[in-house]
């Protein structure tokens, strides 16, 4: 049996917390019996939760009445968030007290309040939020989904290979393949500094499978396990795709429910459909990692469900166990004497 | 009867030219009798295509045996390309001997050569490439989809009222809600210069209806007509849509195809699928505008058939019906006022 893996989490952050956080947690510990729980937040409302579920009774609570609100600023977290739920949260790793926190809360606020507890790992200068999306033929883990609005060559660089590390953790890949997001995927598409980023990521020092470029309609199409990008242009496109499958599942229950004949249809069709649903379900993708901190921090989609959530704490899990920190440090001080004796 | 209208087709553009731009044309012209078509490349080769359509037999020819390739870079395309089938085209409209030029090659060398021969409109600073999407209450604009892959705030701000008179001529909407493509709808979120051109969007003078900054998820869902954003941004959403859009057929078909039952129940409900089919068929959606041009230069996908290209003429036909050119002039030059008196 693996050694247990100690995961704290911000009970207040999200739109349904700390429920949603309580009943993901008891789901999560049904797959991973070997989980140490600490719920942080408001044990007034926690305990009642907690009760609830029997593989819970064990789980500790560390009491606070302050928590990091949805629409607050990162400096105004730094500044006045000492005692909220999400820092008391991310103290925890940074303490060694649990080996990964999960937030559902201000995405802003865990990036700043994440990046002075935890600290960056030697040499990088910008952290991502990498995510996973489903795709024609499984996954593929797309950074900067909007941590950074601006980016430049090393940072794109230090994505790929942050970016192939958690792809390969996660799903248990060999050696993913790399690509940068642009508009086009001949060689003098885009601006310059994807160019460079491209030719240091296909440096063979780096021992990374790197691609070279990708357009938009390939981030679906599968061919790519990681896609790096900018933060503004991730963002927008994780949500372009979000709010297309949306659009897509509104039309098929429009369609299903235009006459009889297709609401009959759809009965008869029903399990192949759920079968479908469930691979374009969100929840199951739930769980971004900022990434470039010395510690693992995972964040939640704020709407998340149970299911949602439970996956995140997932997500966590594989991380603590691949031993994720380290080898990302490593694969980063070799990434570095690249860039460096490329300088030099 | 309105009058004739005069169409320029470079018959050589697109993968499947000239075979799709005469069936597209004579599609085109069922509907629109009163087009004079005016067909630009190897007539060798137009000829017999054009016998094939009775609709067709007063149509002029135009003979080049040249034509822009695929690949070719625009810098390519103007020095040596004053004999292809496209420059000859854009020639017609330019000469005024057409009302408006359709092309489905090389996106790049029909940008380099419709600005040279047909220049922009007075104040506008770039181009701009702007097409329909399919959303959940109908349609909508979005621009810029790739001829700048980097703009500033005065770009921006003409894109939204070149925008919405575009999408004003196409769907007859009286006064399209503008908004700009954003990493969140808050006014803190995303770069200056987005900020800086929605206060100028929103300037009362411009009598535009400013709804602010939009997300990804935004897009499809409906609430705003016309989308304002980057080159880079803008093509790598629109090729997101189309991916996950291809993604979601995909999976519709797997699951109908996954067992006896499942195949049943397509067939009762076929009909209801296959007008959410053409709902998202990209089809019908085909035809992007070169905007910012003293003319109407539509852009046909380049892997568009027939139906595809018969709708990239008729969105030409509706620019050249609604006066869109002197339009265009007129509110971009109430614009520049507008800008100007800010700088004073």
New interface residues.
Partial sequence: MSLNIRIALDAMGGDDAPDIVVSGASMARKRHPNLELIFIGDDQKIKPLIKKYKNLSDAKIIHTDDMVAP?A?PAQALRHGKKTSMWLAVNEVASDNADAIISAGNTGALMAISKLQLRMINGVTRPAIAGFL???RGLCCMLDL?AN??VDERNLVQFGIMGASFCSAITGMNNPSVGI?N?GE?D?K??DYLRRAGISLSDETLNLNYVGFI???????GDTDVIV?D???G??????????????M???R???R??Y??R??????????M??RK??DPRYYNGAILLGLNGICVKSHGGADSVGFSNAIEVACDLVEHKFIPKVNDSISAAEKVIQSKAE
């Fill in positions: 629409d600023r489903p795709t024609m909007g609005i601006e997001l508009v001949e003098q885009g601006f357009e938009g309609s390939d981030i679906v199409a990008t933060g503004f242009t963002n927008v496109a994780l949500k372009t795709a979000e709010g297309t499958a949306k659009f897509f509104h039309h098929l429009q369609a299903f235009s006459s004949l297709s009959i249809g759809f009965l008869l069709s029903r399990a192949a459909f079968k479908m691979t374009v």
